[in-house]
């Protein structure tokens, strides 16, 4: 069974378009994460959910909006795509807690957008 | 802020050969130590870690020692394989949010 799964692997799309990526985890976590990985393999956070609220939102541009409807679930919403939004982006989760520290990750979605 | 300085790469070996790889860390208080791995194509897998000062990680021949009088987690091992190729990445963790900082990743290639 796939632990943190993302939707869809491959994502081509021309700029200017709205795009959805999806994230589901069994793993019963409670904190999930966006990363992005960009062409020089370079990994940087950009979100994180706790229970459903946002804990970390790193210095991303209003395009990119995440949504988690239950624990389980954090989606990535990125309207008007440019260019620089090209990347590969990784779904982690973990668990809450102090000694609950590793994360788990997704197989990640390469976005490109033409 | 934050930071992790590792090795930059490409790194080339021929099988059995020892492999080090340099990781230097910044950052206030006792952080988390870890080094994620990246097999082509696949999304990163926990390889090793420790959370605390003089701790050893080690995972499949692997290990890596938290040395905070030099702020440094060196990813070791005695005799790498084909199979080792991959991406690795040291990172750390520091706070109640838990958000990983990476260093920029170290390509590994082992030639047979």
């Known amino acids: 069974d796939t632990a943190v799964s993302q939707t869809p692997k491959y994502l081509v799309t021309q700029m200017g378009n709205d795009k959805s990526i999806k994230c589901e985890q069994n793993?019963?976590?409670?904190?999930m994460y966006w990363y992005k990985q960009d062409s020089k393999k370079f990994l940087k956070i950009m979100f994180s959910?706790?229970?459903?609220?946002?804990?970390i939102n790193e210095t991303v541009p209003n395009r990119f909006s995440p949504k988690s409807p239950d624990k389980a679930h954090l989606n990535l919403h990125i309207n008007s795509l440019e260019l620089g939004d090209s990347a590969v982006y990784f779904c982690?989760?973990?668990?809450?807690?102090?000694?609950?520290?590793?994360?788990?990750f997704g197989p990640g979605t390469r976005l490109t957008v033409l | 802020g934050d930071s992790v300085t590792q090795m930059e790469g490409p790194v080339t070996l021929s099988e059995e050969a020892f492999l080090t790889i340099n990781c230097t860390y910044t950052a206030t208080g006792y952080p988390s130590l870890f080094w994620y791995v990246q097999y082509p194509g696949e999304g990163l897998q926990l390889l090793l870690k420790a959370t605390k000062a003089d701790d050893k990680g080690s995972n499949k021949g692997f290990e890596a020692t938290y040395r905070k009088e030099t702020t440094s987690f060196h990813l070791e091992k005695g005799s790498v394989q084909v199979s080792d190729s991959a991406v690795y990445f040291c990172?750390?963790?520091?706070?109640?949010?838990?958000?990983?900082?990476f260093g920029k990743g170290t390509l590994l290639t082992v030639n047979p």
């Open positions: 990172a750390l963790i520091r706070g109640s949010n838990y958000k990983l900082t």
């Open positions: 959910y706790n229970n459903k609220e946002l804990i």
């Open positions: 982690a989760s973990k668990l809450a807690g102090g000694n609950a520290d590793t994360q788990y």
């Open positions: 793993l019963g976590h409670d904190t």
